[in-house]
């Protein structure tokens, strides 16, 4: 059976980078990718949909040791896709995917310090055993197979085509079509101006609004220190302003609710006009940051409403029809084609089975360690990113910390690590957020807790000290040797 140091799940934004971050700190250390797609890029790779983009600014969703070279800050998926699969190349750890596998069960053994994966490979469902002394699970939180779609009375009922946007047709034809969009998140701003420009009409039905901010798509600074300075200095400096300014914009946001509120509503009645029902359509009814805030680059969803090429219906759904939607108000939607953004399923560890020495984890019982580890679980990390910041910017800081990790176990002789709960510290949710995907999750969902290190504090800031710098024999991780029995937990 093949062994390697460190066995790495997912090959995409995070994978990438973590096998990357492995190759640059710990040279020494064999590894492996294992993904269970046949490509580079996960989210990058599997959304499809039109005008697919990110959601945060390209210097913070992009790598800490690669710049973002694109014009644009907000870019589009095929770029950011690019961009993973060159940087993978440039680190060789492309040559260290194996693809097709599709991870089931992980059993760790504390007798010999090793976790078995069993995965299954290809179609066939090929049976494949691998063992690794420490696990990095870069697979995301939410399901590859699919996206969540309600139970919508007489969904069957209706004669057109019904598309959800995680599995889009990949010939699709929606020029002239009328188009129903349902849902109001980051994938419904984003699909209705990039499919307004050929269809007849786009119509985005939401149950109650989002707060929506328009942003420039280039960064004009940005591009101009990237003429003047060396690449990774601008980068830096770029990356940085934008980290602080992110973090500035939420503690408002926080701390003044109603002010920020109205500051970002007025923004959309200025982009919209004084004739738009903005506070119908534009005005949550949730504080800012109860949920993120959906990002349009260069106001296009403002620019396809007031062009008359889209429009917002805020109700609720009565029942299909075999023509389209019928509302709780009494209206209709006539669709040729209904689009259902209505959101991602969370899935810890890709739903794979996880046992320690014969037993098996509930991963809802335990709590998470610096946003990364499990309580009571050996030599394994999973790659978490922000709620209210670029999701690589805690993805790079993880992978920093199992580096050091990693190199503080070579230098004492230990074999196993383990953060040990403190069970005077109170458990909270894991996320704090009200978005309908992480409600519906949080009974499966490890636990936070109500001080640090087990609290998510979504502060890059104050991560990265922690992270970076902090110690790695703070009381909590507990280290041993092969020759060593466990403690009792």
């Known amino acids: 059976m093949e062994h390697f140091d460190v066995l790495i799940v997912g090959a995409g934004l995070s994978g990438i980078g973590a096998a990357c971050h492995l190759t640059r700190k710990c040279p020494g250390k064999s590894f492996l990718i294992l993904e269970s797609r046949d490509a580079i890029g996960g989210t990058w790779d599997l959304f499809r949909y039109p005008g697919v983009r990110s959601d945060s600014d390209m210097y913070t969703l992009g790598y800490s040791f ?59 469902r090929e049976p494949v055993q691998l063992t690794c002394s420490f696990l990095f699970m870069c697979s995301g939180y939410y399901d590859y197979a699919g996206g969540y779609t309600p139970e919508f009375p007489g969904i069957e009922q209706f004669q057109g085509r019904l598309v959800h946007p995680q599995k889009w047709p990949e010939a699709l034809d929606y020029a002239g079509k009328r188009i129903v969009v349902i849902g109001s998140g980051a994938t419904a701003v984003t699909l209705v101006p990039a499919m307004a420009a050929e269809a007849a009409h786009v119509t985005m039905l939401q149950r109650s609004p989002t707060y929506v901010v328009s942003r420039p798509a280039e960064d004009q600074l940005a591009n101009r220190l990237r003429r003047y300075l060396p690449a990774k200095l601008a980068y830096g400096l770029i990356r940085w302003r934008n980290v602080m300014l992110q973090g500035y914009f939420f503690k408002m946001a926080r701390r003044k609710p109603e002010q920020f509120k109205q500051r970002v509503i007025g923004l959309v009645r200025h982009h919209l006009g004084p004739g738009y029902d903005v506070a119908t359509h534009f005005t949550p009814r949730y504080n800012p940051w109860d949920q993120r ?87 394994i990390a999973t790659a978490f990113g922000y709620t209210n910041a670029s999701w690589t910017l805690k993805c790079d800081l993880t992978s920093d910390y199992v580096c050091r990790l990693l190199n503080y176990m070579d230098r004492h002789g230990y074999a196993k690590c383990r953060p040990v709960r403190d069970e005077t510290v109170a458990e909270e949710p894991f996320l704090d957020f009200t978005s309908g995907y992480v409600r519906r999750a949080l009974d499966r969902l490890p636990r936070q807790g109500s001080k640090a290190p087990w609290k998510l504090y979504q502060n890059y800031a104050r991560d990265l000290l922690a992270l970076r710098f902090g110690r790695l024999d703070d009381g909590t991780m507990e280290f041993s040797r092969l020759d060593q029995p466990k403690a009792a937990a």
């Open 66 to 124: 690669r710049p973002w070279r694109g014009a644009k800050a907000i870019a589009d998926g095929p770029s950011i896709l690019s961009y993973v699969r060159e940087t993978a190349a440039d680190y060789g750890v492309d040559r260290k995917i194996r693809f097709r596998h599709h991870v089931k069960r992980l059993s760790w053994s504390s007798r010999d310090a090793v976790w078995t994966i069993e995965a299954e490979r290809g179609p066939e």
């Open 293 to 379: 805030l959906c990002l349009v680059p260069d106001s296009d969803l403002f620019r396809a409403l007031n062009a008359g090429r889209a429009s917002v219906v805020t109700d609720q759904i009565e029942s299909f029809t075999p023509t389209g939607i019928r509302l709780c108000s009494g209206a209709a939607l006539e669709a040729d084609i209904i689009v259902t953004a209505t959101g991602l399923k969370l899935q810890i560890l890709g739903g794979m089975e996880i046992a320690v020495d014969g037993t098996r984890v509930d991963l809802s019982k335990v709590m998470i360690y610096k946003g990364m580890m499990y309580s009571g679980v050996p030599n």
